[in-house]
Structures are given as C-alpha cells and as structure tokens.
C-alpha cells in the first residue's frame, strides 16, 4: 500500500528531526571526535573540568531544556542565565568555544552548540573513568537566555523538593537519585553547606546527620580563609575519579550537600543509594542511561532554534 504523499512527508520530517545516534555522519564526520580531542587536552592539564561540564550541562538541561541558553553571554540590554545566582560559578565557557572554533573550521553552521556541550559531558565522564556511551544529537541552539527563568533545586533541598524539579523535567526518582552521583567528582563552596555546620535549620546546632569527623575537618576548612568562601571535594576518597565512593560515603553521613545526605537517609531513596553503593557497574550503567534521558529534555529539533556560529551570541537576525 502506498502512503499519501503528505503523511510520508510529515512522516520523513519527524524522523529526520528527531536526536539520534551519528546524527552528524555525513554533514560533519568528524565532530565528535573534534569536540572529543578538545576535552582530552584540558582533562590532561585540568581534571576538575569533568566536574564543571557535567555542572553546566545539567544547569543547562534543567533551564529550557538542553539547548545552550547558558552559554549566552550578558550585555547591559540583555541580562543571560549566566547572571542568575546558581550559576555564578558554573565554569568551563573557554572549552567550549574552543571545540566550536575547531568545528566552524571544519564544518561551518553545522554542529550545534547544545550538543557541544552534551557530547563534551560524556567524554569527561570517560576520561575521569566513568561509563561510556553513545549520545544521540541533533539538537538545536535557544534563542532565548532570561536569569529570571532559572529555578534549580537547591544544595540545601530535601528528596521530595528536588525529586519535584526532576519530575518536571520527565526524570523518575532512580534517575535522580542517579545523577545526583555526579556529585563523586567536585567542589562545593562552603556558602552551599553553610548551615549544615553550625546553625541547621535554625536550630542553632550542627546537622546532627553529619558525621562528627567531616563537620570538623570542613569546619576548619571553612574558617580558614576570612573574608573567602573556600571549597571542599564532594567525594572524600576519590574526588577526580568518575565511581560510585559517593554513594558509600552517603551511608557514612560524610555528604557534604544536605540533599546528598538526604538521599540516604530519606525512606523513598536509602534502598537505591544502597543498592548503587554495592554495585559501580550498576551505577555506570544507569547513569548512562539517565544522562541520555536528561539530555533529551526539551530539546529544541528539526527547524526550531538555531545553530549558532558562535557560542556566547544569538546569530544575528536579517
């Protein structure tokens, strides 16, 4: 039977549009091993930027979805995301714009720089020794980049208050509880965990979840620099290595962020925190997995958005 003409073009568009795995095989072979090759020179000099891409790829996603909109710079006219206090500290701005450098060369207007930051995510995580696997493209650029429209859960949130903010963006509780063991790689300014030390809740008294042991040592480090607001590793044990130690140091009550500490502690989310604590091939396997599905949030296809020739600025309109 033969299809009307309509349908098989309504048909080959959706297809067409959609992400998928290669999506740039013939119009830019090359890509992702262009943007792979930029990530491995500045793992080999710097290997926090696992920790900084994976920070700007999930402000990112949980901010209009995955299309860039972080990127954008401010201007005095134009206030961007980047002004918006949560992301004050995400890093990292510099490697992107070199692997869209390394692509406008090669494949001019072609490469988005959503997926830029999407695939350079990836290869970080494998380079730190975390999972590897196969990221669909094909997503396209905003055009829109507004602070007032950045709503992040917070450090300091409980496991219903975040798990409302990843429901709203199509994720389960595992896959939460899962990308929050991004979190073995990392800093927190002290500015994030403050209260858990000295005045939780009001109360006037230390998180009394906190392992003794750690509110010492980051009380020390906290009180070090006056006037400062100094960091600590998320991960105690391995804090540039890509496994699942987070998960056991959550068990210890050695979090350092309230809403990691919660994981374990909360009735809805200990078993899981549990489970991927015994088991790093599992927690490699479903990361992967939530990190595809995080990165197919509100994508922007076919001929939405844009693909920007730079990075930082909306392409010009004629």
């Known amino acids: 039977m033969k299809l009307p003409f309509l349908f098989l073009y309504f048909f080959l568009h959706i297809v067409c549009a959609d992400l998928q795995v290669g999506f740039y095989s013939s119009t830019c072979p090359q890509a992702e091993s262009i943007i792979q090759a930029v990530v491995k020179k500045r793992f080999n000099g710097d290997r926090s930027i696992t920790a900084a891409l994976l920070r700007m790829h999930f402000h990112d996603c949980f901010v209009r979805g995955c299309d860039a909109s972080i990127l954008i710079d401010t201007s005095e006219q134009s206030p961007s995301e980047k002004t918006a206090a949560p992301n004050l500290t995400v890093r990292g701005y510099e490697l992107i714009d070199e692997a869209k450098a390394a692509l406008e060369a090669q494949c001019p ?8 930051v999407t695939v350079a995510t990836r290869d970080a995580v494998v380079l730190a020794g975390g999972p590897s696997y196969k990221i669909p493209t094909g997503r396209r650029d905003g055009i829109v980049s507004n602070p007032q429209d950045v709503n992040l859960p917070g450090p300091g949130s409980s496991v219903p208050q ?7 963006k199509g994720l389960t509780l595992s896959e939460m509880v899962t990308l929050l063991g991004a979190h073995t790689v990392g800093v927190s300014h002290c500015s994030f965990f403050q209260d858990r030390l000295s005045n939780f809740q009001g109360t006037g008294s230390p998180d009394p979840s906190m392992d003794p042991r750690l509110l010492k040592k980051l009380l020390q480090t906290c009180r070090s620099q006056s006037g400062q607001d100094p960091t600590v590793f998320l991960d105690q044990s391995t804090p540039f290595v890509f ?14 962020l309230r809403i990691d500490q919660e994981l374990g502690l909360d009735s809805s989310s200990s078993a899981m925190v549990s489970s991927l604590a015994s088991d790093g091939i599992k927690f490699g396997r479903q990361f992967a997995n939530a990190m595809v599905k995080l990165g197919g949030v509100e994508v922007l296809i076919g001929n939405a958005g844009e693909i920007r020739k730079n990075c930082r600025v909306f392409n010009q309109r004629s």
């Not at 975040?162 to 709203?168: D, G, I, P, Q, R």
């Open 162 to 168: 975040a798990l409302e903010a990843f429901t709203a």
């Open 109 to 116: 207007s072609v490469v988005s720089c959503a997926d830029i």
């Open 243 to 256: 496994d699942n130690k987070f998960y056991n140091q959550v068990l210890m009550k050695k979090a350092v």
